[in-house]
């Protein structure tokens, strides 16, 4: 289990935001970085096993989201 509790769409976009990406596309959220693409579900809260691997996709440890957290 990723040590990473599930948490609101928002607040990872925030996060990811604060990483460099930016949103591209609404609907399910689609964010760039001009090298990764990123997608993040609407859903509140996300779950923790879709979020973990969302941030490996977006090239981050889990340590390094939650401290942007």
């Known amino acids: 289990m990723p040590k990473l509790p599930g948490i609101n769409h928002q607040r990872a976009v925030k996060v990811f935001e604060k990483a460099g990406f930016k949103i591209a596309r609404q609907g399910d959220i689609t964010?760039?970085?001009?090298?990764?693409i990123i997608t993040i579900p609407r859903a509140n809260p996300v779950n923790a096993y879709t979020m973990?691997?969302?941030?490996?996709?977006?090239?981050?440890?889990?340590e390094e989201f939650k401290n942007k957290l």
Do not use: H, N, Q
């Not at 964010?31 to 990764?36: I, P, S």
């Open 31 to 36: 964010m760039t970085d001009g090298k990764r």
């Open 52 to 62: 973990a691997g969302i941030i490996k996709d977006a090239g981050m440890t889990i």
